[in-house]
């Protein structure tokens, strides 16, 4: 009997990491990057080359498919409320777990003394932030002052990350007043969003199309949407055909990733986890009490039925992937697909729902943003009110609906959340080494919440999840 896409995928994803770890261990890591990575990467291309016009003619079919505007209205305040409660409440965990380990305080004393220090010199350098967040002072003590002396020097010849720097510009094009990412939203040339895949702009052109079509009659929209459906269903048909190949795919991707970090030392992995040992198990307990925690919560309070066990399992394939690829647009194929064929939802409510939640519903991502800062700024001595911390929630939510457009919108997003803060977003430098394991891990978290998500939406509309079987 031929194993299930899961198995499949599981398997591939096992054997990618079996193979690198040993072509690691033989010296063969230059092999895999060149003759075996470059097949990972032609599988991320093909689903991201599927995710915009999937995205566009998913949405218009999905809003014309609801019938009527009164019905739009209703299933996207239902959809907005859950992706922004969710996200709030996973930013809340992040902060509740990261205060209860205080990761940032594993270090040693010295280490975070010499850190502070560092904090304190960059606020007298930097124009705009006045004094430290927790209003002390230790370049004030006198017992410091050689200790500042040598960091001052060491700052001195110390030159930026160039990688680092062109992150941080990315993010400060970004930044704008609190309803910036409404006006990104809107495209002035529609074609340059689908060449820049700006996907708030995508989904925002879909939603307009979609609502004219149903103010026309039925006559004169009939021959478009039933264009745009069959579009939709051929690149639906895509996906089918990719996936066919996923398990083989998975394999080159994950070997590719493992030999990239660990060259041809494989106790560089280990390395690289013992050095953010408390950061990283911080982040990935936050991200595992989301998926096994709230989201069977929120589904049981929400839907009346225990069918969390029957959800995890429809929507692993997509799991698997997010975890491969470490990205939610480029996984939307396959969660459409999951979420419509394997837990019912209709094609009107997935096509509607999910791509939005991809690009705007990033729990996983929100709740790394929270503990990487609270790490950060525990492991430079910078302790942070109530009150601060609790903008982090606002601060975080704005960042992850206002960057969703925006290349490595983690990092990205978590620049913006620092700044905001008063904090140094060079400190991002600290969580680099473990951000692509971490993303691979938070990326998993977001697709179980844009489904989990669609899945509640369906149910309050009267769908039937899971037809045919008892809840």
Same mark, same amino acid.
């Given at each position: ?23 690691? @261990? ?71 777990? #990261? ?23 960059? #606020? ?5 932030? /006045? ?51 409404? &006006?990104? %939203? ?24 979609? &609502? ?64 953010? /040992?408390?950061?990283?198990?911080? #982040?990935?307990?936050?991200? #595992? ?10 589904? %049981? ?95 975080? @939510? ?58 509640? &939406? ?14």
């Amino acid at each position: 009997m031929k194993p299930s896409l899961p198995v499949r995928i599981l398997i591939g994803l096992g054997a990618g990491v079996l193979w690198a770890v040993l072509s690691s @261990t033989l010296g063969w890591s230059a092999f895999t990057i060149d003759w075996i990575a470059p097949f990972g990467d032609i599988f991320i291309n093909l689903l991201k080359l599927i995710a915009i016009p999937l995205v566009l003619f998913s949405i218009i079919s999905g809003v014309s498919g609801l019938g009527d505007v009164a019905k739009l209205g209703r299933t996207g305040a239902r959809m907005l409320l859950l992706y922004l409660g969710t996200t709030v409440v996973s930013i809340s965990l992040g902060l509740l777990v #990261v205060n209860l380990i205080s990761p940032g305080a594993w270090a040693e004393d010295a280490q975070r003394l010499r850190n502070r220090i560092d904090y304190e010199l960059w #606020v007298q350098e930097t124009p705009g932030v /006045a004094k430290p967040k927790d209003g002390r002072c230790m370049i004030c003590d006198p017992a410091n002052s050689a200790l500042v002396a040598e960091v001052a020097m060491a700052r001195k010849t110390s030159p930026p990350d160039p990688a680092l720097m062109g992150k941080v510009e990315q993010a400060k094009n970004v930044q704008g007043g609190p309803l910036q990412f409404l &006006v990104d %939203m809107v495209p002035s040339n529609i074609f340059l969003s689908f060449n820049n895949a700006l996907m708030l702009q995508v989904i925002f052109f879909a939603l307009f199309f979609g &609502v004219v079509l149903l103010m026309l009659p039925a006559a004169a929209a009939g021959p478009t949407v039933a264009l745009v459906n069959s579009l939709n269903e051929v690149f639906m048909k895509m996906v089918d055909v990719v996936m066919r190949a996923a398990p083989y795919f998975v394999f080159a991707l994950m070997a590719g990733v493992v030999s990239r970090i660990a060259g041809d030392d494989p106790a560089a992995v280990a390395q690289l986890f013992k050095s953010l /040992a408390g950061y990283s198990i911080t #982040v990935v307990l936050g991200l #595992v009490i989301m998926v096994f925690v709230i989201y069977p919560a929120v589904m %049981m309070l929400l839907t009346r039925r225990n069918v969390y066990r029957r959800f995890l399992k429809a929507i692993s394939p997509a799991q698997l992937l997010a975890f491969s690829t470490s990205s939610s647009a480029a996984t939307l194929p396959v969660t459409m697909e999951c979420v419509e064929d394997r837990i019912g939802v209709s094609k009107s409510t997935a096509s509607f729902v999910l791509p939005i939640g991809a690009t705007v519903n990033m729990d996983g991502t929100s709740l790394y943003q929270a503990v990487a800062v609270i790490f950060l700024a525990q492991f430079h001595l910078v302790d942070l009110s109530l009150g601060q911390q609790l903008g982090v929630i606002l601060t975080a @939510t704005l960042a992850s609906i206002g960057a969703a457009a925006v290349p490595s919108a983690g990092l990205i997003t978590l620049f913006i959340v620092l700044a905001g803060l008063g904090l140094d977003p060079a400190w991002i430098a600290i969580i680099l080494p473990v951000d692509r394991i971490l993303d691979m891990c938070r990326t998993v978290v977001n697709v179980t919440g844009d489904a989990a998500c669609c899945s509640i &939406v369906a149910h309050s509309q009267g769908e039937r999840l899971f037809p045919g079987e008892e809840g």
